[in-house]
């Protein structure tokens, strides 16, 4: 990697920690916690002012960048806290039928899973997680496994863009031009897309996207999106009935005003989208990026072979990004997990899924060789002295 002293010492992250997972919650660099901050304070300092009559104007400018940035008309967009939520809101009104089925595959987050399952089941449709094998080998092979669980029922898709446990890219511009042939609504969650690789919304053509902001993209936490097409967005009721319903003021969209302004809460990390756009623009990021994506991938078959298994997918930009998930075999996942940061100060996540379990590295700006080197051999004396790991 390039020489990236000066933006390592940009992360609040506590030094005495390596810190390999930035994929589940990201880490705010201190221009754009500054930000944060600023919009905190003026929030405090003038706080009716701030929500009930410019917040509107600032959360508009703030979509304008993230539109512009992901290529998308910004009135298209709301914020929302996580993709969690904001996939509640299109599974709890999407109009499903007794027998009707979404078809999604058996790599996806897990609290997605639930969601649909619990809003599938209201309905008596059915939540369609259609297996994959792995490792993946092929664009081709996921395709035909995917399309397989496609029938006469079947009335959406709900599909990962880069899979959260396998940490997988998954060929989704694909899937959405044959699912637009089929007539079939598609609905993308691309959690950990932002930020982490190039993301069009105009050239994808997901009828429904959501991704996380403070995962990739660095804002604080809390900062998430979710976009619709014009066209639907009238089918889908706001999770929380509040004063956008039948607004006295209503603007030009319905969608903004159901689902925007939801009461008193604090939209300030919302607000710090331009300046995680400008703090990546103005640092080169998609070369950051590409860097990243280098040093992840050039150690993963060091641990696959370290542990005992194989590769998930293919080792090239069809697949990998910048996390790499290997699969280990161990009965305690939770107790390695801990093991892992009490003993060696490493922060990894170690995910149990379905029958498998598997332990993600991320690689960010500020990750090295060495720290990846540390990570090898803590697991290395582990599976040497302990019975947490077996290799």
Known sequence: MNDYSKLNSQFLL????????????????????????????????????????NGIEYLKKSREALG????CNAD???????????????AKSLKLNEGDEVLSTNLEYGALDRTWNYYCNKSKAKYIRQHIDLPVVSKEVFLEQFWKGYNKNTKAIFISQITSSTAMKLPVKEICERAKELGLLTIVDGAHVPGHMPLDLSELKADIYTGACHKW?????????????????????????SWGYESAAPSPSQFLDYHQMQGTRDFS???TVPKAIEFMKENNWWQVAADCRALARNNYQRFC?????????????????????????????????????????IEVPVMRHEKYVFIRYTVQVFNTQEQLDKLYNALKEISEKTDLLKV
């Open 305 to 345: 072979d370290l542990l005992g298994s194989s590769p998930l997918c293919p080792l090239n930009d069809d697949f990998l990004g910048q996390m790499c998930s290997v699969q280990i075999k161990s009965d305690q996942p939770e107790k390695l997990q801990r093991y892992l940061f009490d003993n060696y100060k």
């Open 76 to 90: 298209d967009l709301v914020y929302v806290n996580n993709p969690t939520y904001a996939i509640n809101i299109i």
């Open 14 to 53: 506590n030094p005495e920690i390596t810190f390999l997972n930035f994929g589940s919650f990201g880490a705010c660099p201190k221009p754009i916690f500054e930000d944060y901050q600023k919009w905190q304070l003026l929030l405090e300092s003038e706080p009716v002012q701030f929500i009930a009559f």
């Open 269 to 271: 990390a919302f607000l």
């Open 217 to 241: 993209m660095m804002t604080p936490k809390g900062c998430s999106f979710l976009y619709v097409k014009k066209e639907f967005q009238n089918l889908f009721d706001p999770l929380i009935i």
């Open 68 to 71: 512009a940035y992901i290529n």
